[in-house]
C-alpha cells in the first residue's frame, strides 16, 4: 500500500508538474468572467424567467444564480477539451516519449501501471470539476452577493429557488455529481489513451465522439432513444437543483454512467495488457 | 542467468523472431549482434516484457518474464538506444520515478550511483537541457539504481561522440569487474563489442546464426571478419 501510494504520488508530480496541465484551469476563469460580463449586461433574461415563477428578481438574483448559469454553460463544453486533452495524453504520450519502455523495464505490473495513471486523470477530472464550481461561486458572489437564489435550465426542464442554506447544500450534492459526470469521459479518453495512437489522436477521437454524442442527442429523431446518450446522463447534475430531487433519474443516469466508466477502462485495460511495446 | 526458450514473435506477415533459444550465464559480459531489423531489440523486448512473444519464454534467475514479472525484473536495470526522461523534471527527480516502480532505494545510494556516473553537479537541473551523452549517464544511473544482477544495455554508444564512447565503454567494463553484473548488449557497432565482449550471439531476420567465443570459434578474425563469415556462411 505505502509502495502505491508512493508511486500515486509521483504519477501526479508528473502530471501536475507540465504547464499544460494548468491550461483548462486559467482558460475557465477567462471564460467565467466573460459571462459574469454577459449576465450583467442581461439581467432582463433571468427577471422574466423569475416572474414566470412568481420570484422577486431583487431577492432571488444573486451570486448562486450566476454561478449556476456559468457552470452550466462551460463545465462540459469547455472541460471536455481539458479532460480530452489530460486523459487523452496520460498513457500515449508517455508510450510516444518512450518513458513507458522503461517504465515497463521496472518489477511493476501493467495493470498497476495503468491503476495509477487512471486514478491521476481522475484526480485532474475532479480537481477540475471543483475548480471551476468553487470559482463561479466566488466570482458570483463578489458580483452578486451570497443569498436565496434562483436556477433556471429550459433545456433540462429546470427551475428551482432555494435558501442559502439548502442551497448550498444543493451545490455540495451537484458538484459531486459533476466530478462523477466528468470522470466518465476522462474514462472515454483514458480507453483511446491506452490504444496504440498518438496522443493527439486520442484526445480528436474523445471529442469527436462525445461532440457527435451531443449531436445526436439534440436532434429530434433520437427523441425515443435519448436516455441512452453519454451527454444525456452526464448533464444530469443539474437536476439537483430540481426543488424535488428526481433521485430515480439520478440514480439511472449514475448507473449508466458506471456502466459506461467500467466499459471504458476494461476495454482500455485489456488492450494495454496485450500491447506490445517497441521502440 | 537469462534464459530464452524457443522465442518467437511475428509482426504481421514478418517474423521478428524465430525460434531463438540461449542462455547468458551469470557474469557474462554477452553482446546481441545483428542488422537493423534482425530482432534484437524484438529480443530484449521479450526480456524485459514489453513484448509479449507468440511461443516460447525468457527466464531471468529461473522466474518467467511473463507470469513472474516482478521477481523476474526485480535485479534487472535496462537502458534504452535513445533514453527518455521528463525532460520538465530534474534529473533526481527521474530517477526517483523511475525507482518508485521496484525495490525502496536511500537516497545515499542514490548519490552514490550519481556519482559513479559523474551528474553529481548537474542532477538537480531539468533533463531537456542535458546533452545526450548525459542523459546516457541518467540512463545508466537508473539502471543500475535497483541494484541489479543482470544490465541489458541497448545500443548503449548509439548517438554519443567519440570521448562519449570511450566513457561509456569504460563504464560498462568498470560495472562488470567492480560488480559482477550480468551486461548484456545490443549493438551494431562491432568494433565497440570487439573491445568488451568475448561472447557473442550473432541474428540475422529473426534467426540466431551464432553464439559463444568468437575468438575460439574463429582465433585470427577480427569481430568484423567473423561476423561478415558468419552471415555470408549462411547466405550462401
Not at chain 1, 501526479?12 to 499544460?20: M, Q, S, V
Not at chain 1, 444543493?170 to 491506452?194: E, G, I, N, P
Amino acid at each position: 500500500m505505502k509502495t502505491f501510494a508512493i508511486q500515486f504520488y509521483y504519477e501526479l508530480l508528473k502530471l501536475f508538474a507540465r504547464k499544460r496541465t494548468y491550461m483548462g484551469f486559467i482558460a475557465f476563469i477567462a471564460i467565467e468572467l466573460v459571462i459574469l460580463l454577459g449576465v450583467n449586461m442581461h439581467k432582463r433574461m433571468f427577471l422574466s424567467s423569475m416572474e414566470d415563477y412568481g420570484l422577486d428578481f431583487s431577492h432571488y438574483f444573486s451570486g448562486p444564480t450566476v454561478a449556476f448559469q456559468m457552470i452550466n454553460y462551460t463545465a462540459f463544453s469547455l472541460g471536455s477539451l481539458y479532460l480530452a486533452l489530460v486523459c487523452g495524453d496520460i498513457v500515449c504520450k508517455e508510450v510516444e516519449d518512450g518513458t513507458m519502455r522503461m517504465i515497463l523495464s521496472r518489477p511493476v505490473g501493467r495493470l498497476r501501471i495503468l491503476a495509477l495513471k487512471f486514478l491521476a486523470g481522475a484526480v485532474y477530472s475532479w480537481s477540475l470539476a471543483l475548480f471551476i464550481v468553487l470559482t463561479s461561486l466566488a466570482f458570483g458572489v463578489l458580483d452578486r452577493g451570497l443569498g436565496p437564489f434562483f436556477v433556471v435550465d429550459p433545456f433540462q426542464k429546470l427551475a428551482g429557488a432555494f435558501t442559502v442554506g439548502v442551497g448550498l447544500d444543493r451545490y455540495v450534492m451537484a458538484t459531486s455529481a459533476l466530478c462523477f459526470s466528468m470522470t466518465t469521459l476522462s474514462c472515454l479518453a483514458f480507453m483511446f489513451s491506452c490504444f496504440n495512437m498518438k496522443p493527439a489522436s486520442a484526445t480528436i477521437v474523445t471529442l469527436s465522439i462525445y461532440f457527435a454524442d451531443i449531436i445526436l442527442y439534440k436532434i429530434p429523431f433520437f427523441e425515443d432513444i435519448k436516455g441512452y446518450f453519454l451527454s444525456a446522463n452526464m448533464n444530469k447534475w443539474s437536476q439537483f437543483f430540481q426543488t424535488d430531487i428526481p433521485w430515480n433519474v439520478v440514480g439511472r443516469s449514475a448507473a449508466y454512467l458506471v456502466a459506461f466508466d467500467i466499459a471504458f477502462l476494461a476495454i482500455g485495460a485489456i488492450y494495454f495488457a496485450r500491447r506490445d511495446f517497441k521502440s | 542467468m537469462i534464459r530464452l526458450e524457443n522465442l518467437q514473435k511475428r509482426f504481421g506477415r514478418r517474423m521478428a523472431v524465430e525460434n531463438l533459444s540461449l542462455e547468458i550465464p551469470a557474469g557474462a559480459l554477452y553482446a546481441l549482434l545483428g542488422h537493423n531489423g534482425a530482432g534484437k531489440s524484438t529480443t530484449i523486448g521479450m526480456m524485459l516484457g514489453q513484448v509479449i512473444p507468440d511461443q516460447g519464454r525468457v527466464l531471468i534467475d529461473g522466474h518467467d518474464v511473463r507470469h513472474e514479472r516482478a521477481k523476474a525484473l526485480d535485479q534487472v536495470g535496462a537502458i534504452f538506444e535513445t533514453p527518455s526522461f521528463y525532460g520538465y523534471l530534474s534529473g533526481r527527480r527521474n530517477l526517483e520515478i523511475f525507482c518508485s516502480y521496484g525495490r525502496p532505494v536511500a537516497r545515499e545510494e542514490m548519490d552514490r550511483i550519481i556519482d559513479i556516473v559523474r551528474l553529481g553537479p548537474r542532477i538537480n537541473d531539468p533533463v531537456r537541457v542535458y546533452s545526450h551523452g548525459m542523459r546516457q549517464r541518467l540512463a545508466l544511473a537508473q539502471a543500475l539504481l535497483p541494484r541489479p544482477r543482470v544490465l541489458i544495455l541497448d545500443e548503449p554508444s548509439e548517438g554519443l561522440d567519440p570521448e562519449g564512447i570511450y566513457e561509456m565503454r569504460e563504464m560498462i567494463r568498470r560495472l562488470h569487474r567492480e560488480f559482477q553484473l550480468t551486461i548484456l548488449i545490443c549493438s551494431h557497432l562491432l568494433a565497440e563489442v570487439e573491445q568488451i565482449c568475448p561472447d557473442v550471439a550473432i541474428m540475422r531476420n529473426g534467426r540466431l546464426l551464432f553464439h559463444g567465443d568468437w575468438r575460439k570459434a574463429d582465433p585470427g578474425a577480427t569481430l568484423e571478419e567473423f561476423y561478415m563469415q558468419t552471415v555470408k556462411g549462411i547466405e550462401a
